[in-house]
């Protein structure tokens, strides 16, 4: 009669909960999680994000200021705002606001393929992330301080 081992399963399991953990996780916390908006400059010439996010410095716990342009995490498609790498949603997106809610949003008017502007709304949380407490997508990171620049 055979021995049954264990380890192959529990070898498994550990595998299988390391993939699908980050999955669960990730959409409960998100960006909104580690980060908190302060404020933004969404103009014909800027358009970023300005956050405070948290740091891994475990020494003081603290929360560093970072600004983001936007332009490199977002593009326009057809009048809708997407999530695309170095997107330039602005050239082709207005009156652009942030939405507070559960999540924190991007909405813009964003030219269609009709030639028209269509209302359009991008969830940041999904789009976002903080690395040692500057904000980041995709490659891209925002700088890093203590606090915002006078004249931010």
Do not use: R
């Not at 299988?16 to 580690?34: A, I, K, Q, R, Y």
């Not at 790498?85 to 991007?106: P, Q």
């Amino acid at each position: 009669m055979g021995t049954f081992s264990a380890y192959p399963v529990l070898t498994a399991t550990v595998l299988l909960l390391g993939l699908v953990f980050p999955l669960l996780t990730s959409s409960e916390g998100g960006f909104t999680h580690d980060c908190a908006y302060a404020g933004a400059n969404l103009t014909d010439k800027h358009h970023w994000i300005g956050v405070y996010c948290l740091n891994d410095d475990v020494d003081i716990y603290g929360f560093n200021y970072s600004m983001l342009d936007l332009d490199h995490c977002a593009g326009n498609n057809a009048g809708q705002l997407v999530v695309y790498e170095n997107g330039n949603y602005s050239g082709s997106c207005e009156n652009c606001t942030f939405i507070h809610d559960k999540s924190l949003y991007l909405s813009c008017l964003c030219w269609d393929m009709n030639g028209g502007h269509t209302n359009s709304t991008l969830d940041l949380n999904t789009t976002l992330y903080d690395s040692n407490g500057a904000v980041g997508c995709y490659s891209f990171l925002g700088n890093k301080t203590w606090e915002p620049a006078p004249d931010s």
